[in-house]
């Protein structure tokens, strides 16, 4: 069951870090800084500034971080534009992270766990397409596509349901088959053992089992579900009745 924690502890880390997005003039002093520190040869001040600049929420720190990602000349440097990238809550961060992944590329490995991991941070439907078909593209890879399946069971959206199966279905892998069922499980709370199985449990439930939207308050990066239609942000809602940002749909505990 450890994978049913990682969820609530990452938005617990999330919420720790950042406070409300920040505006042009908060961003633009932030990316001023950046190019600063940034412009040096030592990998490890170019990482700390990358780490530096994921603190401010903007779409155009996701710009900048976009650009290290796929341009810094060292891996490590790349894998901590990918980290900062999970921890932002513009959802054209969760496409950047995406169309880094290269699935088969054994040089790319470090980075492709780098970008599942911040894509599970992201904690968004939109992030699952891109997990998906990188499971997809790796399912003889036992180390890359466990990650990418303990990436989807952490969100846990039932848009993955139907290509988890699939996987587990093909497969007799020690890692992958464990993997696929913890994922599995995650998403729907049901312990079950085989694709088979699955199969028909989702056969039965798919449409009818009840659904819970997530969505993230845009005051404090906190996320939270919506029970009725109209129920207003637990965090802020009393000052910004329309708060939120849509994350995901997720099917009913129990
Ligand atoms: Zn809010």
């Not at 001040?45 to 710009?63: E, M, P, S, Y």
């Not at 169309?99 to 968004?124: F, I, Y």
């Not at 290509?163 to 049901?190: F, R």
Request: hydrophobic fraction near 40%; proline fraction near 4%; aromatic fraction near 4%.
């Amino acid at each position: 069951m450890r994978i049913a924690l990682i969820a609530p502890v990452l938005t617990l880390v999330l919420s720790g870090i950042a406070l409300a997005y920040a505006t042009d003039a908060e961003a633009d002093a932030a990316l001023a800084t950046f190019k600063k520190e940034y412009a040096t040869k030592d990998e490890g001040l170019r990482a700390k500034a990358v780490q530096t600049l994921g603190g401010t929420q903007h779409k155009k720190i996701v710009d900048a971080l976009a650009g290290v990602l796929q341009k810094d000349s060292t891996e490590t440097v790349r894998t901590f534009a990918a980290r900062a990238l999970g921890g932002q809550w513009s959802p054209t961060a969760v496409d950047v992270l995406g169309r880094a992944l290269k699935p088969g590329d054994p040089q790319a490995e470090k980075l492709n766990q780098a970008v599942l991991a911040a894509l599970a941070s992201t904690d968004s439907d939109a992030a699952v397409p891109h997990l998906t078909s990188f499971l997809k593209a790796s399912k003889t890879d036992p180390s890359c596509s466990s990650s990418a399946l303990s990436a989807l069971g952490a969100i846990g959206s039932p848009k993955a349901i139907d290509d988890i199966i699939e996987v587990l279905g093909e497969t007799k892998n020690k890692v992958i088959v464990p993997a696929a069922q913890a994922a599995l499980a995650s998403i729907t709370g049901q312990q079950l053992k085989t694709a088979d199985e699955y199969k028909t449990w989702w056969g039965v439930n798919k449409g009818k089992k009840k659904t819970v939207q997530v969505f993230r308050c845009e005051g404090t990066g906190r996320v939270f579900e919506k029970t009725e239609k109209d129920a207003k942000c637990p965090h802020d809602g009393d000052k910004n009745p329309k708060c939120g940002i849509a994350l995901k749909t997720k099917l009913e505990a129990k």
